[in-house]
C-alpha cells in the first residue's frame, strides 16, 4: 500500500464490523487503513474472551464472516471437530478472525494501525482524522465501525467507589472476579442479559462459589437454544405498523407452533418491520417490549443455560426482579439497598463487588468515544430519532457527512436488528459494493 497522500478509506474500529470490512475492500482491491486502539485489533470486544466457558450464542452454521458463503465457519469448525448445529468457543472464533484479517493483511491491501481515533474533520475534500500522540492520517472515505458504547453511569453507585466495576470488559472487572473467586464473597450484578451471563460464566470458571445476585427491572433472563421445528412466514402476514398487533400476532403465532419458531420466523422480516413502525410506535416497543424481546430472540447455547440452571438450583445464583435504590462503600466493599419488584420496603444486603451489566449505552448523545464525540460536536454526524445510534440512510451512510459511513451496532435505529454476525455481516458487503462505487465514481 502507498502511504503518500491520502488512503482511499479509513476504518476505525477493529472489532468484527470494521475487520470483515477491510477484508471485503481488499477482495476489491481497494485499500483501507483499520484503526484500533485496544488491543483487541481483529477481534472486538465480543471475541476477545480467551475463557473457554465464553460461547458464541449463534450456531456454527450461522457465523460465517462471509456474505455469500454460508458455510465458511462452519467449515471450519468441522475441521477441529465441531458439530455445525453446535456452539463453538468464542475464542475460536477469533482465531478464525484473525485469520481472515491476516489473510487481508498480507494481500497489502489492509494497514493495521494500532491506536485511537481522537478526532475527524473534512478538509479539503478529504477526512483528517487525528490520532492518540498527535499524529494524524487523511483518508477519502470514513467509516466508524466502532462498536457499541460502554454502559451508561448508574446513579445509585454514584458513591460506590472502585468496588463497583463499570465497565464489565475491562481489567478492573477481571481482577475482581479473580479476588471474588479468593474470597468466595457475594457478587451483585446490574442486568440480567448477556453480560449478566457472561460474568456469571467467568465467575464459576475461576472458582468462585459464593453468592451471586442478579437484578433487573424484570428479571428476565436469555432463554436457551433448542431444536424445533421451523415454521417460516412471508412478510405480508405480519402486522406492521403497530408494536402492540405485531405482540399479540407473535403470543397467538408461539401458541401454534412453539415461541422459538414464532420469534425466528420474524427473521428475514425484522429490519422491515422496525421500520415499518413510526418514531413513536419504534419507542413504545422499546420501553415496553424491548427486555422480553431480547431474552428470546438472543438466546444463549444450551450448555449455557444448563450451567445458570444448575447455578440456581444449588443457589449460588439468584434473579431478582426490582431495583437498586442506593450503594455504599464500605470497609468490606458495598452495601446495597435493593427493592423488589412490588415490595414496598427495601432490603440492604453487603457485596464485595458490584457489576455494571446492564448493557451498552442506549444513548448515543452520551458517547465517551472521542471520535464520535467530536464528529456528533462538529455536525458531521448526528443521532438517530430515537437516539440509540446515528442517522444513517438506506445504504448505511451518516447523515451530515461526505463519504461517510456507520457499520453495526451504531446503525441498530434504522436497522434494529444490526449486532449480530449474519447481520453485520450483510451490512459490511453491501457497504463495500457502496465505497468502491463510490471511490470509483
Ligand atoms: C459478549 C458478546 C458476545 C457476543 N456473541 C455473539 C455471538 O455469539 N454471535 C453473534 O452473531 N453476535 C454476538 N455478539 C454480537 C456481535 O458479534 C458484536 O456486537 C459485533 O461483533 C459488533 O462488532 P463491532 O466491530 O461493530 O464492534 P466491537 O466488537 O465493539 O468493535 C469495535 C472496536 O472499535 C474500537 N474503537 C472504538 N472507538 C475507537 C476509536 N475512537 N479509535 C480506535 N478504535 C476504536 C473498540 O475498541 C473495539 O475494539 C456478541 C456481543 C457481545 C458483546
Not at 484473525?98 to 478538509?123: D, F, N, Y
Not at 471474588?180 to 462459589?209: F, I, N, Y
Not at 445510534?389 to 447523515?399: F, K, M, P, Q
Request: glycine fraction near 10%; charge should be neutral.
Amino acid at each position: 500500500m502507498k502511504s503518500d497522500g491520502a488512503v482511499p478509506v479509513a476504518i476505525v474500529g477493529g472489532g468484527f464490523s470494521g475487520t470483515i470490512l477491510a477484508a471485503h475492500l481488499a477482495r476489491t482491491g481497494i485499500d483501507s487503513v483499520l484503526i484500533d486502539g485496544s488491543g483487541r485489533m481483529g477481534r472486538g470486544v465480543a471475541y476477545s474472551t480467551t475463557e473457554p466457558a465464553h460461547l458464541l450464542n449463534v450456531r456454527a452454521e450461522g457465523m460465517s464472516a462471509w456474505s455469500g458463503e454460508p458455510d465458511h465457519f462452519a467449515k471450519r469448525f468441522e475441521a477441529e471437530g465441531g458439530d455445525r448445529r453446535g456452539f463453538a468457543q468464542r475464542r475460536l472464533f477469533a482465531r478464525y478472525l484473525a485469520e481472515i484479517l491476516e489473510q487481508a493483511h498480507s494481500s497489502g491491501h489492509v494497514q493495521l494501525l494500532e491506536t485511537t481515533a481522537v478526532g475527524g474533520a473534512r478538509e479539503d475534500g478529504e477526512w483528517l482524522i487525528e490520532l492518540a500522540g498527535g499524529n494524524s492520517i487523511r483518508a477519502k472515505a470514513l467509516v466508524l465501525a466502532v462498536g457499541n458504547q460502554e454502559p451508561e453511569a448508574l446513579r445509585a453507585f454514584a458513591s460506590a467507589g472502585d468496588r463497583f466495576i463499570r465497565n464489565p470488559w475491562g481489567s478492573e472487572a477481571r481482577s475482581a472476579v479473580a479476588e471474588l473467586a479468593r474470597s468466595g464473597d457475594s457478587a451483585l450484578l446490574v442486568g440480567t442479559g448477556l453480560t449478566m451471563v457472561d460474568l456469571v460464566l467467568s465467575l464459576d470458571s475461576a472458582g468462585h462459589r459464593g453468592k451471586i445476585l442478579a437484578v433487573s427491572r424484570r428479571g428476565l433472563i436469555p432463554r436457551g437454544h433448542a431444536d424445533f421445528q421451523p415454521a417460516p412466514v412471508e412478510a405480508a402476514e405480519v402486522p406492521q405498523g403497530r408494536a402492540r398487533e405485531l405482540l399479540r400476532w407473535l403470543r397467538e403465532r408461539s401458541a401454534a407452533v412453539g415461541w422459538r419458531a414464532a420469534i425466528d420466523s420474524l427473521r428475514p422480516h425484522s429490519q422491515l418491520l422496525w421500520q415499518g413502525l413510526d418514531d413513536d410506535q419504534q419507542r413504545r416497543f422499546l420501553r415496553h417490549a424491548r427486555p422480553w424481546w431480547d431474552v428470546h430472540r438472543h438466546r444463549i447455547a444450551p450448555e449455557v443455560a444448563d450451567t445458570l440452571k444448575r447455578m440456581i438450583g444449588e443457589g449460588r445464583l439468584e434473579v431478582m426482579a426490582g431495583r437498586v435504590v442506593s450503594a455504599t462503600e464500605t470497609d468490606a466493599g458495598l452495601e446495597v439497598e435493593l427493592r423488589r419488584r412490588g415490595a414496598r420496603q427495601s432490603q440492604s444486603q453487603a457485596f464485595a463487588y458490584a457489576f455494571n451489566c446492564t448493557g451498552p449505552l442506549h444513548s448515543v448523545g452520551l458517547t465517551k468515544d472521542p471520535l464520535l464525540r467530536s464528529l456528533l460536536d462538529a455536525g458531521y454526524v448526528h443521532p438517530d430519532r430515537l437516539g440509540i445510534g446515528l442517522e444513517v440512510d438506506e445504504r448505511s451512510r451518516a447523515a451530515g457527512g461526505e463519504l461517510l459511513w456507520a457499520l453495526g451496532p451504531l446503525t441498530k435505529g434504522r436497522y434494529w436488528e444490526i449486532i449480530a454476525v449474519p447481520d453485520i455481516r450483510e451490512q459490511a458487503a453491501s457497504a463495500a459494493e457502496d465505497i468502491a462505487r463510490e471511490l470509483n465514481a
